[in-house]
Nanobody, 128 residues
C-alpha cells in the first residue's frame, strides 16, 4: 500500500516558478515509477511527467518539456516537480501517482491505468 500527499501548489504569476512535492509512505518506494498528472477545469486529466526509481529515466509531455523537471529522492520517499516559466494554461490540479514496476525497473508510462496509487491533488494557479 502506498499513500501519497502532495504539497507546494499555489498562485503564481506567468513566468514564475513553483516546486511541487509528493511524500510517499511505504517501504518499497524504489519499486514504483512516479508520475505527475494534472486536470484543468472542464478538461480530462492529462499526463505531465514521470520518473524511474533511480532518476535515470524521465518522460515528459510535450507541453511541459524544457520547462518542468521531475526528480525523486528515494531516501526521503519524495518526488518533486520543478515548474519554471509557468503559463496560464498550466493552471490545474496537479496529482502525484505511483505505479508498481519492480525494483530496478526503468519502465515509464503516461497512461493513467498504469498508476495504482494517487494523491489528493494540489492546486496550481498561474495568473496572466
Amino acid at each position: 500500500q502506498v499513500q501519497l500527499v502532495e504539497s507546494g501548489g499555489g498562485l503564481v504569476q506567468a513566468g514564475g516558478s513553483l516546486r511541487l512535492s509528493c511524500a510517499a509512505s511505504g517501504r518499497t518506494f524504489s519499486s514504483y515509477a512516479m508520475g505527475w498528472f494534472r486536470q484543468a477545469p472542464g478538461k480530462e486529466r492529462e499526463f505531465v511527467a514521470a520518473v524511474s526509481w533511480s532518476n535515470s529515466n524521465t518522460y515528459y509531455a510535450d507541453s511541459v518539456k524544457g520547462r518542468f523537471t521531475i526528480s525523486r529522492d528515494n531516501a526521503k520517499n519524495t518526488v518533486y516537480l520543478q515548474m519554471n516559466s509557468l503559463k496560464p494554461e498550466d493552471t490545474a490540479v496537479y496529482y502525484c501517482a505511483a505505479g508498481f514496476v519492480g525494483y530496478g525497473s526503468r519502465t515509464l508510462s503516461s497512461g493513467e491505468n498504469t498508476y495504482g496509487y494517487w494523491g489528493q491533488g494540489t492546486q496550481v494557479t498561474v495568473s496572466s
